[in-house]
């Protein structure tokens, strides 16, 4: 059974294995903490029978107007279950409140974000690949 939560108390670093899938230079499952902590919105999935975190989404926002949602991944062995959705959903719930909610994707999860409430536009983007892992 999959269990939400917004809180990183009992997150440690060794509940945050096997993220980054296809990352060349992915960070650790410290750094991905850092994240976590550093973010102003985490919601992640957490399968407490394995001990470990299955999902997760992150958001930055100013807190007034504006909300960026940089990471949302589902580990693979847990994708296809509706965990990404609802980490969306919930995550779209602490942003509500909010003018604009904006994140950037490769063509192919169009259809998901979609689904999700969302719509395309146009992103300009930067990736210094050589900082990718933190
Ligand atoms: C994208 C991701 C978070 C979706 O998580 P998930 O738990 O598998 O998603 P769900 O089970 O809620 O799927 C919801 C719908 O989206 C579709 N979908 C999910 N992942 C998809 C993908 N990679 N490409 C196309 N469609 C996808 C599903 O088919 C499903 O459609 P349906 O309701 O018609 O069956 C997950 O595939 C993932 O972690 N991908 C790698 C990281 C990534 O790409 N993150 C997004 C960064 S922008």
Request: net charge negative.
């Amino acid at each position: 059974m999959i269990r939400y939560t917004t809180s990183l108390e009992e997150i440690r670093p060794e509940m945050l294995t096997g993220f980054f899938v296809g990352w060349p230079n992915p960070p650790s499952s410290e750094t991905h903490l850092r994240i976590l902590r550093n973010s102003s919105h985490v919601v992640l999935a957490v399968d407490d029978a394995a001990g470990r975190v299955v999902g997760f989404v992150t958001a930055l926002s100013d807190g007034i107007l504006s909300a960026y949602i940089p990471m949302l991944e589902v580990l693979p062995d847990y994708k296809g279950q509706g965990v990404g959705t609802e980490l969306i959903r919930r995550m779209m719930t602490h942003l509500k409140s909010l003018y604009m909610v904006d994140t950037v994707c490769d063509p192919e999860l169009r259809s998901f974000y979609e689904q999700c409430g969302m719509r395309a536009a146009t992103a300009m983007i930067v990736r210094n690949y050589d900082r990718q892992a933190g």
